[in-house]
């Protein structure tokens, strides 16, 4: 098993620039969630899914849209970046809807700069 | 806003040695997680434990839960220089989000 994948590892964009952050897990998990980690707060939930088709805001939303059309992939859409938008993003996964009942399975993370 | 936050913000030890980390939390929940992060990586789930129980171990881990103190400690003994990460709570209430704090910095010097 892969696990929890996350792609680009790296990236760099310029302001008012759009991109998609991808994130796939393999392991039949309903819920997935996106967060950015800053320095000094931890990580900040953006967007999760409680299963296909269904999505919802976290604590941190705004500039930021998701779409779940299948089980495996829940990619996040940065729709005009913004210097306050570089961070590290991290995907997560677990294995039913009540997400936050259960360990979550982490990739490694999209390091994401903004000039 | 963060739902849990750690104390202390970092914490170096000598190897050998057994390292305890706070998290407190302001409202009610569900269950308490624990993480670690290595540098560069994503986080690993430690230990899970749910409102109605009182301790959790994990080999050389300990998790206690006191939530009429909205507070839980991790304690790991015999520490060893692979145990130098960071390590964060997260707690689950009866919603579907898991709110993190900022993180306990461990260093273990060899």
């Known amino acids: 098993n892969a696990g929890v994948t996350q792609t680009p590892k790296f990236q760099v964009l310029k302001t008012g620039q759009s991109m998609t952050l991808q994130c796939a897990q393999d392991?039949?998990?309903?819920?997935m969630s996106w967060y950015r980690q800053d320095p000094g707060m931890g990580l900040r939930l953006i967007h999760y899914?409680?299963?296909?088709?269904?999505?919802d805001q976290g604590e941190v939303p705004n500039g930021y849209n998701v779409s779940r059309s299948t089980t495996e992939d829940f990619p996040l859409r940065l729709l005009s970046a913004a210097p306050s938008q570089t961070s590290v993003y991290f995907c997560?996964?677990?294995?039913?809807?009540?997400?936050?009942?259960?360990?979550?399975?982490f990739g490694d993370g999209t390091r994401l700069s903004i000039l | 806003s963060q739902q849990g936050e750690e104390d202390p913000q970092a914490l170096s030890i000598q190897e050998g040695e057994n390292a305890t980390m706070n998290c407190s939390y302001k409202?009610?929940?569900?269950?308490l997680q624990w993480y670690r992060q290595n540098s560069g990586r994503g986080l690993v789930h430690l230990i899970l434990?749910?409102?109605?129980?009182r301790e959790k171990h994990s080999g050389r881990l300990r998790v206690t839960l006191d939530t009429s103190k909205k507070s839980s400690s991790l304690l790991i003994t015999a520490s060893r220089a692979a145990d130098t990460a960071s390590y964060f709570c997260?707690?689950?209430?009866?919603?579907?989000?898991?709110?993190f704090g900022a993180g306990t910095t461990v260093t273990v010097r060899a």
């Open positions: 997260a707690t689950g209430g009866n919603d579907y989000k898991l709110s």
């Open positions: 997560a996964s677990s294995y039913n809807g009540q997400g936050n009942h259960q360990p979550q399975h």
């Open positions: 434990i749910r409102s109605n129980e």
């Open positions: 392991m039949n998990h309903e819920y």
């Open positions: 899914s409680v299963g296909a088709g269904i999505t």
């Open positions: 409202t009610s929940i569900n269950n």
